[in-house]
């Protein structure tokens, strides 16, 4: 073993705690003088870290401490009336949350309560096949009214009367749909406005159909 | 002349709340805590801050936050290790912001106010060391310094120290020799 070892295990030996060396160690030390004395030295930095971490984490508790201590704990609310302060944050907001939630999943797309519902087709698809009117015994329906057809709607003779308007590639299977259908036939009905500039979000509604007119769309700019 | 005033037995419980009952249940078992765990809590932040004063205040407001989340605390006995962890995380940001506001005022003070450097004499001397060896522990990673502290502390085991950090023995040995090696290289 020679000196850099030596110096090492030394160094291993007092940081693990040990105070004597292992037999080789303690072989070298004896026959080498400058080893004898850095292994003194590192045992005497030891002892010192030893002793400067004791009295830095071994002083006296203060008097005041524990009393003060207490005297916090006693202006403290109780746990209980955190705890029922915590329910009560929770509660308003989930309620709040609840209403949110509710209101959201109220909230339809523009409806109307008024007249019997008619499809009306485009012009084009019109011609194609005559009207098939449906008969419902049901009265007053809610009918889904997108910006579309309100837009549209806008130009028709009785601007209030709910209207659904489909497209021309897909008159001939609603009616069929709707011919076939019991009623009264609620529909889901999934919307898409198109406008010039895009399209707008997809809307989602319950269609309720009592009675059907098929009609040829009116004329207007944007059909 | 006097006036005797006749109570009943067990009048006072029976008017109390529940909620006072269970305060009164838990102030008292945290009281036992407290004597028992408070001292400790002081040390471990003494050994942070280096200041009685700090540390007094840093380990009464760790009591104080354990006791407002003690109903969380589902086993009692993880009290001691919880406490401690508090009080070594609230001493530690106490020591960087102490840091923080030494620096900024050591940067705005004139060159005349700042403290002189030691002499020769204050660096022989004992207080010197227990200063170099306070700046060598600030130095050393979170973990190593919190198994120097703990086990440092009067009639702390190994086992006791890895019961509070929740580690194995082995682990709390193995942070103990790199912790004192490095104190030593940055001492020699």
């Not at chain 1, 406008?195 to 040829?216: A, F």
């Not at chain 2, 006995?77 to 001493?91: E, G, K, N, P, S």
Request: charged share 25%; glycine share 4%.
């Amino acid at each position: 073993m020679n000196c850099g070892q030596c110096q090492q295990e030394m160094v291993e030996s007092l940081a693990a705690g040990q105070q004597f060396l292992s037999s080789e160690a303690g072989d070298h030390v004896q026959s080498c003088a400058r080893c004898a004395e850095y292994f003194q030295t590192q045992r005497e930095l030891f002892r010192s870290i030893d002793a400067g971490l004791h009295s830095l984490v071994n002083q006296p508790i203060p008097p005041s401490f524990l009393p003060g201590v207490r005297m916090r704990l006693a202006e403290q609310p109780s746990l209980a009336a955190n705890a029922r302060w915590h329910w009560h944050i929770t509660a308003v907001g989930a309620t709040a949350l609840l209403a949110i939630c509710i209101g959201y999943a109220s909230r339809k797309p523009v409806l109307h309560l008024s007249s019997p519902p008619k499809v009306v087709s485009s012009q084009r698809a019109f011609n194609d096949s005559p009207a098939l009117p449906i008969q419902s015994a049901a009265p007053s329906p809610a009918l889904l009214h997108t910006k579309s057809n309100a837009h549209r709607s806008s130009s028709a003779p009785r601007p209030m009367e709910p209207e659904v308007i489909v497209s021309a590639e897909e008159r001939q299977a609603f009616v069929r749909f709707l011919a076939d259908s019991p009623e009264p036939t609620d529909v889901a009905v999934l919307a898409r406005a198109i406008h010039e500039r895009g399209e707008d979000p997809v809307e989602i509604g319950l269609l309720q159909i009592k009675t059907l007119e098929v009609k040829p769309l009116d004329e207007t700019a944007s059909e | 002349m006097q006036e005797l005033v006749l109570t009943r037995p067990g009048s006072i419980l029976e008017t109390d709340s529940p909620r006072e009952i269970a305060r009164a249940r838990v102030l008292r078992e945290f009281e036992t805590l407290l004597a028992e765990c408070g001292p400790l809590a002081f040390r471990v932040a003494q050994g942070v801050l280096r200041n009685a004063a700090d540390a007094e205040d840093v380990a009464q407001e760790a009591l104080l936050r354990a006791y407002q989340k003690f109903d969380r605390l589902r086993d009692p006995a993880r009290f001691r290790a919880w406490l401690v962890r508090i009080t070594f995380r609230m001493a530690l940001d106490r020591w960087r912001s102490r840091k923080r506001r030494e620096l900024r005022e050591t940067e705005w003070a004139l060159p005349d106010l700042r403290p002189a450097p030691p002499t020769t004499e204050e660096v022989a001397s004992a207080n010197a060391f227990q200063l170099r060896l306070e700046k060598a522990m600030a130095a050393l990673p979170e973990k190593s310094r919190l198994v120097l502290l703990l086990a440092a502390i009067e009639g702390h085991t190994l086992a006791e120290v890895s019961e509070i950090l929740a580690v194995p023995i082995g682990t709390v040995k193995s942070r103990l020799f790199f912790a004192r090696k490095q104190l030593a290289e940055k001492l020699r």
